[in-house]
């Protein structure tokens, strides 16, 4: 089995970092491999339309109201 350019190009650049910093290379990697898929949208175009459009003008409306607010005593 042949490596890519690109695997190649990984694995140089791997072998230049410390072995601290090539673990933390690993980690990251195996973060990107334990991602969900999800889910393609063409499947989630039975719920279009789902939600009332009352419903929705006010989930707008609380959103415009209360999302933009800074409460500076709150933390």
Avoid: S, Y
């Amino acid at each position: 089995m042949t490596l890519t350019t690109l695997e190649q190009e990984i694995l140089t650049q791997l072998h230049h970092l410390a072995l601290a910093q090539q673990r933390e290379v690993l980690a990251f990697v195996r973060t990107l491999t334990a991602m969900p898929v999800g889910i393609p949208g063409k499947e989630l175009l039975v719920f279009a339309g789902a939600i009332e459009h009352h419903d929705l003008a006010m989930l707008q409306q609380a959103i415009d109201t209360d999302c933009a607010k800074v409460n500076l005593d709150e933390w």
